[in-house]
């Protein structure tokens, strides 16, 4: 069946965002009515944000898996329909000559070009030549012009100050041909000052929203899919507006990354920081004033039959940087800033995965850090006392939409050791954030009396002492030629076991340094796995804290959790929960097996003082 096939390209946002697409299709419709072509049935297609320099749109386009189907013949007769040639391509005229040549004489379709109102076929293809011949050459003569003006441009910024681009970061702009700080510049002087004092990103962020000093949010594809999805909007200002900006773009049958383009190009949203955009800021070097500048070389590549390709520019690997926005961190601050944030996460060179004291970071399927489990080695099972981990499961739908799952899984149970049930992993997560949240730190947590203490820091100094005693002892003997004695071996084992005791109980009776403020702050934000530097925080704070979590499903959608204290004056909690209704009885033990229990409430001494009230009761005796 002939049909006509109508195709347009661009390649860049400046003419996503300036009507190319819309000209082109304007232009190739009228052309079709024009010449009759609208008696076939008409088929549309659209390479967005690709390119026909370097053939694109061939390998990776709608026209490429078009044009492999109809050089096979299976639309013999049939049109195609384009604005001008360089829509098809702008590569070398010898290479794009011969794509068109094999889809005429191998596939007979009929070569329609708007721009000089003809058509081409088997019996006029050297015409084809010399509109091939002039497409690439307006085409380098653009890439040429755009390369030499950067460098120009580039070269007068450094020389007179003056700025190179109008894409800047997000707190400078450019006024009168220079570069100019803009407002956002004070969120970024805080931000640094703030991480340099010792607050976390997810502080540094509360902070920063609390002064109303958000950040320009740049829309990405799975931004917007969130919200085409009904998805939250994760803190936009002005979200309502948002959202029917973009649901109007889809359902006016835009994709959802042309959408994200157009979001940037015409409107700018505000946002809320969160921790990911407080490290993202940290590690920005263009703070500094200094922007990377890589090395590139020009190549020559051929392809599968050995014929040349377009040269194209490659990285040489060497990079660079020059001064040329304005300063507003000191670069000593700036390296001092990543120093920090290095000592609070590792990366493991093996997997490339991040790593800090207290968990993994990983990649999602987009690319996102994200940190699934914050629970960490507190966990164990309550039936065998098996560690515990976080089983994600990836379901895909019919629909092609794929769900994330999390469950908590005690180990000896996946290798069949144990027949305890998997647990709801956000269930469990949502039930002790929330209990976490409303301790007393102050009485909970408060150190003992001061002369316990220091009997046992002179204790500490003595087996300290003694240690170095041993040590010298067996080195002496060593270095005489003798064997080292039994006894000083025992003696010294025995003494460091005793100061390793000792000081744990020190630190146990010292009183924690827990970050109350950021803990009792937390909002929704932190059960989002991508907010992974606020998730880092939340499980070092509580391992702080927490000796460990014992997981049971003491019946069916009903789980128990046992929440054992390092030191303070509460030995443990019992969480009874509920998968749909949350926390409904609260169990908290003392020294002296007394305990107290509440309908679901988080117990503290103004409740325990209401005693006999229908809210809270006592018992004695363990809490599970």
Known sequence: MIKTFIYSRVSSQEQLSGGGLDRQETDVREYVTRNGLDQYEIVAMVDRGISGYDGS?????????????????????????????????????????????????????????????????????????MMMNLAHSESKQKSDRISKGWQRRRRMA???????????????????????????????????????????CGLIAKKLNELKHYFPYMWTKTAVQHIVDGLNTSGIIDAPRAIKTIKA?????FSVEDIAKKMNAEFQFMKEWNAPAVHKLLQNKSVTGLVEIQKRKLIQEFDSDGKPLELRTKSEGEKYFESIYPQIISIDDF??????????????????????????????????????????SLCRCYKCGGAMFNNIVRSKRKNGKVDTYSYLRCLNERDAHCDVKALNYPVIERAIIEHVKGLNFDTMFKGTNNSELELLKTREVELLRDIATYEDAIAARKAAGKNTSPVLVTSLVDAQDDLEALQKKIRAISGVNVNAEELTSLNESVFDVAEYELRNMVELELQKIIKRITFNCTEKNIYFITIQYNTGTVLQHGLKVDKKKGVIETYELHEGNKGYVSNGEVITPALIEAAESKNIGIFEGKVM
Do not use: C
């Open 57 to 129: 749109n061939m390998r990776d386009g709608e026209l490429g898996k078009w044009y492999k189907d109809a050089i096979t013949g299976m639309y013999w007769g049939s049109h195609l329909v384009l604005e001008a040639i360089d829509r098809f391509s702008r590569r070398d005229p010898m290479l794009a000559m011969e794509d068109f040549t094999v889809l005429v004489n191998k596939g007979g379709i009929k070569v329609h070009i708007v721009k000089f109102n003809t058509f081409i076929n088997g019996d006029n293809l050297p015409m084809l030549s």
């Open 158 to 200: 450094l020389d007179n100050g003056t700025a190179i681009t109008a894409r800047t970061p997000y707190w400078i702009d450019v006024r009168d041909n220079e570069y100019r700080l803009n407002n956002s510049s004070i969120a970024v002087v805080e931000a640094f000052a703030m991480y340099k004092q010792g607050l976390s």
């Open 249 to 253: 773009f889809y359902k006016s049958g």
């Open 335 to 376: 390296e001092l800033i990543q120093k920090l944030l290095e000592s609070n996460r590792k990366v493991d060179t093996k997997t490339g995965k991040g790593q800090t004291t207290g968990g993994t970071v990983t990649q999602n399927e987009d690319g996102e850090l994200v940190k699934q489990f914050i629970l960490s």
